[in-house]
């Protein structure tokens, strides 16, 4: 029963990502990650042995702690995309700013 | 006949309104072969009005830059109309106009990049807060182990600047948000010639600096040391 619980949370997840691409609200190309993560948390309900099986592998003896080191590692790599991103962005913006401020006010002293 | 050298006044300001009127009537009569323009950096009061009533261009950013990327609007505005020299200048009365002068002749005597106006190179007298005082000597100390030089004021945002660090600023995409000691090293690192010239330096007369409180300077010293350090990692060291 447990099991269906997982399930119908990352099928949520997933549709809900799906649908927010569709209705153009969230870019394709920013998407990836997080559809691959929720195909993961999909697979991981239905196979919920797999994760002791990759441990096991892994000689690692608490399996759960498989799965918070890989929540963990992904939140962390996603976190730092975004504020590479949004550095990206700031310096963008700035110089956008700093142009438009010159060229309006070249506009303005032609009128 | 020789080429008429175009000199722009690069004044950044964020409401000055009762400070900017003297500084411009200051420049227009001690330094009247210079352009001026004011980068207002959407003051809330009447900056803009005061500006424009005196003739002076201004141009005001659509958003609040802070001082570092409003002077970088200047530099810019410098570059696009092909402009041979920048002096930065405060808005709020520090800075005097004849001592502008100063740093536009040695850059002219010396060719160099940058000309700084410095308060400590000789006694002008200029009242200094310990604390800034303190943040001065250690910044003249790293200058001096990693550069080789005694730079007495890198602090100093009163600067005369040449067509060739111009374009250097106006085309950098990463130009610091405090533009002082790091800066001054990076062009150092990268064999600029920086020359300084002891100026004498007014009291605020109103209004608010920009580095006032016990927060702020901490977190001005904690973000220089940062950059200094990514600099250093950057650029090759001098005499290694």
Known sequence: ?111 | MEKKNKVLFVIPAYNEEENIAGVLEEIKNDASFADIVVLNDCSTDKTKEVVEKNGVKCITNIFNMRYAWNVQTGIKYAYQNNYDYVIQFDADGQHIAKEAIKLYEKMKENNCDIVIGSRYLKDTGYPCPLFRRIGTRIFEFIIKVFCKRRIADPLSGFQCLNKKVIERYAIMGNYPEFPDANLVIEMLLLGYKIEEVPVKMRLREAGESMHGGIIKPIKYMINMFYTIIFILIQYPRKGK
């Open chain 1, 1 to 111: 029963m447990k099991k269906t619980y997982f399930v119908i949370i990352a099928l949520v997840v997933f549709v809900y990502i799906i649908r927010e691409i569709r209705k153009r609200r969230f870019s394709i190309k920013e998407s990836f990650w997080w559809v691959l993560a929720a195909l993961v948390m999909i697979i991981l309900s239905i196979f919920p042995y797999s994760i002791d099986r990759l441990a096991d592998f892994l000689k690692i003896s608490y399996p759960p702690s498989l799965l918070f080191v890989l929540c963990i590692v992904f939140l962390v790599f996603i976190n730092f995309r975004s504020s590479k991103k949004i550095a990206e962005q700031q310096e963008k913006i700035i110089e956008l700013g700093q142009e438009l401020a010159i060229l309006k006010d070249k506009v303005q002293s032609q009128k």
